[in-house]
């Protein structure tokens, strides 16, 4: 019913810039919060940043003041702004999005796919 595509992970070197996106599609009456996690191999999917559909925004500890979270309602897409970027944010980073649904207005998480970034020192 919805699907969130991501783009824009890869190989950057410490210090560098990334900008993530992720597109959303399908049956959607609103997108409600929607946010970034990442997860390391064999560790637990971490909150990276999460925004509302207000505009209010959350951040980790760990990348407050070098990552900054966006949306465009219009285009139904959430942005991750990673900058200073360490060897330490290398994961696979994940879109999630609570979601109504439309003509059912219910609402359920969606995940994304997942998109690699790694930091090199």
Excluded at 77 to 97: E, F, G, I, R, W
Aim: aromatic share 10%.
């Amino acid at each position: 019913q919805v699907q969130l595509v991501e783009s824009g992970g890869g190989l950057v070197q410490a210090g560098g810039s990334l900008r993530l996106a992720c597109a959303a599609s399908g049956s959607i009456f609103n997108l409600n919060v929607m946010g970034w996690y990442r997860q390391a191999p064999g560790k637990q999917r971490e909150l990276v940043a999460t925004i509302t559909d207000g505009g209010t925004t959350n951040y980790a500890d760990s990348v407050k003041g070098r990552f900054t979270i966006s949306r465009d309602n219009a285009k139904k897409t959430v942005y991750l702004q990673m900058n200073s970027l360490k060897p330490d944010d290398t994961d696979v980073y994940y879109c999630n999005a609570d979601v109504t649904i439309k003509y059912f207005y219910t609402s359920r998480s969606y995940w994304g796919q997942g998109t690699q970034v790694t930091v090199s020192s």
